[in-house]
């Protein structure tokens, strides 16, 4: 047998591992995914707009955590559930977008008056905060994904730590953040200080969810990039970290999550826009909340209202 043609058995054979290693992985990812009923129907729901849009939330519990986890993590004993991070991912014909909605934010929650949006969490769960995103924002949300504190540690730890650049120094006593000005991979419990220091930050929940969104980019443009995807020693750590890591609505498989995580890296690699919701003002005080961030009425309704068309989004009124 020649020499050519013995080169393209080889290559052949090593397509078909490659294409029973990928479907196989993909079959067992689809074992692994663990689903919760956030967005069961109720009467009011806003319709259907274009493109796609999810729900991403990061919460807050500690009660999978141990004690000693509890203190290496800063994240104290707080045994209730809340959420530190809400975005919505939208993407279709425009985008992809990121938007943040900021913890603080101020909005009707369905039955409990008016609150923080984080609020919603706690008092009902992911059905009723995916109900009080939908009714603040008009849009109709098609996917729900929760990670909690561990789960995050965890993927970032199996993608052997993520690079992150700071302008300026960043040190947070409540999250545990201590980080000097430059740019340093960091380690599970690193970025979890990182994302979640808000206290020191002059610009308070505001800087955060910036922070939150750059992370969030650089972990997708870790995970897909060619390091990972073509080394099965590392890809099949990683799939199983995320989706340990992952809670999804009953409706979401694994390739809506691929779908999402390659949105994510075109933001993260310039080809879309993260974006904070605008608000009014921060630091107005409403009795029983506290402190909270109010909208820009107008601003943030020409914002959904362009996701819900999906239009590009205005270029100016959002940070």
Same mark, same amino acid.
């Given at each position: 047998m020649s020499w050519p043609k013995r080169i393209l058995i080889v290559l052949a054979a090593l397509v078909v591992l490659f294409i029973a290693f990928a479907a196989g992985l993909y079959l067992w990812a689809g074992t692994q995914v663990h689903t919760v009923g956030a967005l069961a129907g109720y009467e009011g729901r806003p319709a259907a707009g274009k493109g796609t849009d999810w729900l991403l939330v990061g919460s807050d519990s500690r009660s999978h955590l141990t004690a000693r986890q509890r203190e290496e993590l800063h994240v104290g004993a707080d045994?209730?559930? &809340?959420?530190?991070?809400?975005?919505?991912?939208?993407?279709?014909?425009?985008?992809?977008?990121?938007?943040?909605?900021?913890?603080?934010?101020?909005?009707?929650?369905?039955?409990?008056?008016? &609150?923080?949006?984080?609020?919603?969490?706690?008092?009902?769960?992911?059905?009723?905060?995916?109900?009080?995103?939908?009714?603040?924002?008009?849009?109709?949300?098609?996917?729900?994904?929760?990670?909690?504190?561990?789960?995050?540690?965890?993927?970032? &730890?199996?993608?052997?730590?993520?690079?992150?650049?700071?302008?300026?120094?960043?040190?947070?006593?409540?999250?545990?953040?201590?980080?000097?000005?430059?740019?340093?991979?960091? &380690?599970g419990a690193q970025a979890l200080a990182y994302v979640r220091a808000r206290y020191s930050d002059p610009q308070g929940d505001l800087g955060r969810v910036k922070r939150q969104q750059r992370f969030l980019g650089a972990v997708a443009d870790r995970m897909l990039g060619a390091s990972v995807l073509l080394n099965p020693f590392r890809l099949v750590p990683v799939v199983d970290a995320g989706l340990s890591a992952?809670?999804?609505?009953?409706?979401?498989?694994?390739?809506?999550?691929?779908?999402?995580?390659?949105?994510?890296?075109?933001?993260?690699?310039?080809?879309?826009?993260?974006?904070?919701?605008?608000?009014?003002?921060?630091?107005?005080?409403?009795?029983?909340?506290?402190?909270?961030?109010?909208?820009?009425?107008?601003?943030?309704?020409?914002?959904?209202?362009?996701?819900?068309?999906?239009?590009?989004?205005?270029?100016?009124g959002t940070n």
């Amino acid at each position: 047998m020649s020499w050519p043609k013995r080169i393209l058995i080889v290559l052949a054979a090593l397509v078909v591992l490659f294409i029973a290693f990928a479907a196989g992985l993909y079959l067992w990812a689809g074992t692994q995914v663990h689903t919760v009923g956030a967005l069961a129907g109720y009467e009011g729901r806003p319709a259907a707009g274009k493109g796609t849009d999810w729900l991403l939330v990061g919460s807050d519990s500690r009660s999978h955590l141990t004690a000693r986890q509890r203190e290496e993590l800063h994240v104290g004993a707080d045994h209730g559930l &809340n959420t530190d991070t809400i975005m919505v991912l939208h993407y279709g014909d425009s985008g992809p977008y990121l938007v943040s909605l900021p913890r603080d934010s101020y909005v009707p929650i369905p039955g409990h008056g008016k &609150n923080k949006i984080n609020a919603a969490y706690a008092l009902g769960g992911p059905k009723l905060l995916t109900r009080t995103v939908e009714q603040a924002t008009g849009l109709r949300m098609g996917h729900y994904a929760e990670v909690n504190f561990l789960g995050f540690v965890d993927l970032v &730890n199996a993608l052997h730590g993520v690079r992150v650049c700071l302008p300026e120094p960043l040190r947070d006593e409540k999250s545990g953040a201590d980080f000097d000005r430059g740019c340093r991979d960091m &380690n599970g419990a690193q970025a979890l200080a990182y994302v979640r220091a808000r206290y020191s930050d002059p610009q308070g929940d505001l800087g955060r969810v910036k922070r939150q969104q750059r992370f969030l980019g650089a972990v997708a443009d870790r995970m897909l990039g060619a390091s990972v995807l073509l080394n099965p020693f590392r890809l099949v750590p990683v799939v199983d970290a995320g989706l340990s890591a992952l809670t999804v609505d009953k409706g979401t498989g694994v390739w809506d999550l691929g779908r999402m995580g390659w949105s994510m890296k075109q933001i993260a690699d310039g080809g879309g826009r993260s974006v904070t919701v605008p608000v009014a003002g921060p630091g107005q005080d409403r009795p029983g909340a506290g402190d909270v961030l109010v909208w820009d009425e107008a601003g943030a309704r020409r914002l959904f209202d362009a996701l819900r068309a999906d239009r590009p989004i205005p270029t100016s009124g959002t940070n």
